[in-house]
Structure formats: structure tokens, C-alpha cells
């Protein structure tokens, strides 16, 4: 099968215990399982109802807290910008508007009508959404259509374990609609094709990209 990346031949591995067919890209380490195992919209639905994201719930805001410590310093100073696959919570983008920037939030079944397409933001944030993407290419690209010249996109999604045996034992793959797994070469891949700018990551769960400015001037000025 090829890499839904980079389009280069994939090889696969079967997990024992599950039985389900992983497909290992080498060339951008994207890993993908299966597609016969991706679930329908509203079997992922019934999982997600599941998590309970108390808005109140300190550990939540420490959690979200640690991606913006991370994040901002490398985003310049955006004065809008969108939580895309917000989940039920709107507690990031909550977050957001107390460090001054606009932050509109979507997701696409608890908030599936707030999303602007004439709007452009200067930072997208996208956190534990990208795992569960069928078409992550597309969407990434969708999300850059979204940000202004020289705006910011920051991920947070697990990256995975490069030792096989690591992998197999991970907790992450082991949710059912957690279906596509990424690397920090994934993402340098997908900045490199669609001509971003690849800022930094924290080597373990988040990245931060540029989309480049045609006059690669900064959204500071
Ligand atoms: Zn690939």
C-alpha cells in the first residue's frame, strides 16, 4: 500500500495480540493502520462522549497549559486564531483569549457550525486531533488553506516509539479511533511539501510549522 503522506510503497507488520495490519512508511515514518478497521463517524461519536473533559478540572488546564508553554514563544504575537477539533471543550480556546488572541474553535461533532470559510487566522492549533484523521494530508493542507501568509500551525499528537517492540506495547494505538501515527520526519515531510516552514517540535508530542509568506514578511509587522 503507499504512504498517504508521501505516496512512496509502505511495508506492513501485523500486531499480534490484535491482529491488525500496520502500515510503516520509511522514507517519512508515517504509520497507518489498516483501512478496514477505521470506524464509521458515529461508533467514533459514542467513544468520544465517553471522555470527560471537565472544563474545571485543573489536570485539564495543566495539560493544555504545557502545549501553550511550548507553543507561543515560537508564534510571535497572533492576534487570531482558531482550535481546530476542539473536542466537546472550548477550555483552549478559553486559554487563548486570556493571552489576548481571538480564538475561534470548531470540531466536527460537538461544534460543527462555527467555522468561518472566508475567515484566514494567523495560529491554527490542532491538539490530539491528527491521530484520528483518515486523510491526514488532506486536512493538513485544508488547515494551511485557513492560515494567513507566514501563520503558525501547532500539532500536538503522540509520537510514536521507533523500536517495533515499543510500538507494540504503546498505549496510544490501542484506542480504537486512534488510526494514523506520525513522527517529527512525518511532519518535517509534510512542511517540506507543501512549503512551510518546519519551526521546532519537543521530541515528544507537539510541532510547530510556518506557512510561508510570498513577501516573507513576519505576521508581527
Ligand atoms: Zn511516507
Given amino acids: 500500500m503507499l504512504c498517504h503522506i508521501c505516496d512512496t510503497y509502505t511495508l506492513s507488520f501485523i500486531h499480534e495480540k490484535t491482529n491488525i495490519t500496520y502500515h510503516h512508511c520509511?522514507?517519512?515514518e508515517y504509520i497507518f493502520k489498516?483501512?478496514?478497521v477505521y470506524q464509521d463517524?458515529?461508533?467514533q461519536k459514542e467513544r468520544y462522549n465517553l471522555h470527560t473533559n471537565d472544563e474545571e478540572d485543573e489536570g485539564y488546564k495543566a495539560y493544555f497549559k504545557r502545549f501553550l508553554d511550548f507553543t507561543l514563544p515560537l508564534v510571535g504575537q497572533p492576534k487570531t486564531a482558531l482550535d481546530f477539533g476542539c473536542g466537546a471543550s472550548t477550555i483552549l480556546s478559553t486559554m487563548l483569549k486570556i493571552e489576548g488572541i481571538d480564538c475561534t474553535y470548531y470540531d466536527p461533532i460537538y461544534h460543527p457550525d462555527t467555522l468561518n470559510n472566508a475567515r484566514?487566522?494567523?495560529l491554527i492549533v490542532s491538539t490530539e486531533v491528527f491521530e484520528h484523521l483518515q486523510q491526514p494530508k488532506e486536512v493538513f493542507s485544508a488547515l494551511l488553506e485557513r492560515l494567513e501568509e507566514g501563520g503558525y500551525l501547532a500539532i500536538q499528537t503522540q509520537f510514536y516509539p521507533c523500536d517495533r517492540e515499543a510500538f507494540t506495547k504503546w498505549y496510544y494505538h490501542q484506542d480504537p479511533?486512534?488510526?494514523v501515527f506520525f513522527s517529527t520526519?512525518?511532519?518535517k515531510v509534510l512542511s517540506k511539501n507543501f512549503d512551510c516552514t518546519y519551526i521546532g517540535d519537543n521530541g515528544k508530542n507537539m510541532?510547530?510549522?510556518q506557512k510561508?509568506?510570498?513577501l516573507s514578511s513576519s505576521i508581527k509587522e
Wanted: charged fraction near 20%.
Fill in 26 to 28: 520509511k522514507d517519512c
Fill in 34 to 36: 489498516s483501512p478496514e
Fill in 41 to 43: 463517524f458515529n461508533t
Fill in 120 to 122: 484566514k487566522y494567523q
Fill in 177 to 179: 479511533t486512534h488510526i
Fill in 185 to 187: 520526519q512525518t511532519f
Fill in 207 to 209: 510541532i510547530v510549522l
Fill in 212 to 214: 510561508r509568506s510570498v
